[in-house]
Nanobody
Framework: QVQLVESGGGLVQAGGSLRLSCAAS????????MGWYRQAPGKQRELVAD???????NYADSVKGRFTISRDNAKNTVYLQMNSLKPEDTGVYYC???????????????WGQGTQVTVSS
């Protein structure tokens, strides 16, 4: 099992910034990815950004150039720096930890409890 503890989030005006953090503990695998998904009311959960243990990262097109994901492997922690926030960034942000086996096959996913991000116009 893997436990995820999220922090950050809150209410901010459009154009502002927020930083999310998520720390993983438990059965940590060396091959993994950590990332953030978000879910707005009435919409499906979507990937915001993720970063693999080797450093490769992915971003949703809607956040490219505004959000930056990073990780500290020694602390098993992932960060999401969100700048130039827009009202459409509003939603519940969930931390994701995904484990892979030695040949790169996806094993399982773990989720944080979610943190609310609200951007006012």
């Amino acid at each position: 099992q893997v436990q995820l503890v999220e922090s950050g989030g809150g209410l901010v005006q459009a154009g502002g910034s927020l930083r999310l953090s998520c720390a993983a503990s438990g059965r940590i695998f060396s091959s993994n990815s950590m990332g953030w998904y978000r879910q707005a009311p009435g919409k499906q959960r979507e990937l915001v950004a993720d970063v693999f243990s080797g450093g490769r990262s992915n971003y949703a097109d809607s956040v490219k150039g505004r959000f930056t994901i990073s990780r500290d492997n020694a602390k098993n922690t992932v960060y999401l720096q969100m700048n130039s926030l827009k009202p459409e960034d509003t939603g519940v942000y969930y931390c994701n930890y995904r484990r892979y086996d030695t040949i790169g096959s996806r094993l399982d996913d773990y989720w944080g409890q979610g943190t609310q991000v609200t951007v006012s116009s």
